[in-house]
């Protein structure tokens, strides 16, 4: 998940339900699967399309005029949308039958688009020695493995952090540590309240990964390959201690967390810290006045987080009439230090190990996340992330939604989490 996409996807969740469902069975089972590459030994000109802004846009293109040089027989047209356009375009190209032959992909529309058969099957490319998945980051390669398919390769890679106001910690006197439990974070939030005067946490209840990690610390998680792993009373009961929090002021009012959208709460100064994916760090330091930092995620055990690495991925699609440059491209974007230099921590922090060592961090913040992401992967924390079956975005899309309306009095944590489960299950059923 790239650094501006929590505000891309917080804004493209709101509609996310409405617009992948448009995607129509003339994409499934068509297509170019994995022959050769056509165009009969000339120039070949394959399409990229990914989402972000300006800013990626130009690290992107330089990356590409890279590629190009390199293999002068392939040619890359490039197209980037917001995200929230960027998957209302694909969906219609996909529909339509004429995707492009390369996307920058996530997680949570793996399984969606695996089912509709609109992914390229990377693994005989891989054993034609067009794409390597060797040299990855803590496992990274298998990340976009579904049923013996390989569906995508990471480019990038991001954990769960607890990003702080590292002034209002230190004026609390408040110091988190690695192990630290979540009676310590409580604790915590209190002293700075009463301390500073600001809340100490933004207000988690709407975040479905944090909701995963407290799961995944109690042996259950949010997903599983079917659908739900958790039960309504889970639900019910975390939504409840999150409104005690909110009345007590431990927790923002969620009032001000709405108006200052789309700053986030702690760099707008309302507390004290939140839970969020460690690259996103980098928009605290643009958006707010003070210093921020990555503490660890607070445990249950003081020993297991629930912490994976999550990731943007390149992924062909199936319909592609040049697998083999498609490979070839995506092999290039993921192992070549020199795009390693270029990108740095646009999307994450760089998945293979080649990569990661060739940039180096000159910045604080970019030096707060690749300690962060050493640390959390030498400890032995991390574990397999859990699946996200079809419909998950939908799904997330209801959570944020309903959260919302929790937190804003207009709904009790029973009347939500009911509506919730009822809007999952729907979600769930009608995406395979």
């Known amino acids: 998940m790239g650094i501006r996409g929590q505000v891309e996807r ?163 006197g408040v110091t988190p540590e690695f192990g630290w439990t979540w009676n310590d974070w409580v604790a915590g939030l209190e002293k700075i309240k009463e301390k500073t005067g600001v809340a100490g946490d933004a207000g988690p209840s709407g975040i479905m990964y944090y909701y995963d990690l407290v799961l995944r610390q109690k042996g259950k998680a949010f997903f599983t390959d079917k659908g739900l792993g958790f039960e309504e009373s889970d639900l019910v009961t975390e939504w409840t201690e999150a409104m005690k929090r909110t009345r007590s002021g431990l927790y923002a009012n969620p009032k001000r967390v709405e108006q200052l959208k789309p700053k986030s709460a702690t760099a707008g100064g309302i507390s004290a810290g939140e839970f969020t994916w460690d690259n996103f760090s980098v928009r605290y330091a643009a958006e707010g006045k003070s210093s921020y930092g990555i503490a660890p995620i607070p445990t249950t055990d003081g020993k297991k987080t629930g912490q994976y690495l999550g990731s943007l991925m390149l992924s062909g699609t199936r ?64 574990e397999p992330i859990t699946p996200h079956p079809a419909g998950s975005d939908v799904v997330e899309t209801a959570f944020l939604r309903l959260a919302t309306e929790l937190s804003l009095g207009k709904a009790s944590p029973g009347e939500a989490a009911q509506k919730f489960f009822a809007e999952a299950k729907t979600a769930l059923s009608t995406s395979d």
């Open 10 to 172: 917080r804004t493209f969740l709101k509609a996310a339900g409405v617009t992948v469902a448009s995607l129509g069975a003339t994409a499934v089972g068509c297509g170019g699967g994995t022959g050769g590459s056509g165009g009969g030994g000339g120039d070949v000109t394959i399409r990229y399309a990914w989402w972000g802004a300006d800013d990626r846009a130009k690290k992107i293109n330089q990356a590409i005029a890279l590629f190009e040089k390199k293999h002068p027989k392939i040619k890359v047209k490039t197209d980037f949308q917001p995200y929230a356009d960027f998957w209302k375009k694909f969906n219609t190209q996909a529909a339509g039958g004429n995707p492009p032959d390369v996307i920058q992909n996530a997680v949570t529309f793996l399984r969606k688009y695996a089912a509709r058969n609109v992914l390229l099957d990377l693994n005989p490319q891989v054993k034609e020695g067009n794409l390597n998945t060797q040299g990855f980051r803590a496992g990274l390669e298998k990340f976009a493995e579904i049923d013996g398919k390989l569906l995508g390769v990471p480019v990038g890679s991001n954990s769960m952090g607890y990003i702080i106001d590292e002034k209002l910690y230190e004026k609390a």
């Open 319 to 382: 319909r592609t009439k040049h697998p083999k440059e498609v490979a070839t491209f995506i092999d290039f974007m993921v192992h070549d230090p020199e795009v390693g230099r270029i990108m740095g921590y646009d999307r994450g922090v760089l998945a293979t190990q080649k990569q990661f060592d060739a940039f180096e961090p000159t910045d604080k913040v970019s030096k707060q996340i690749a300690a962060y992401e050493t640390k959390i992967a030498q400890s032995g924390v991390l």
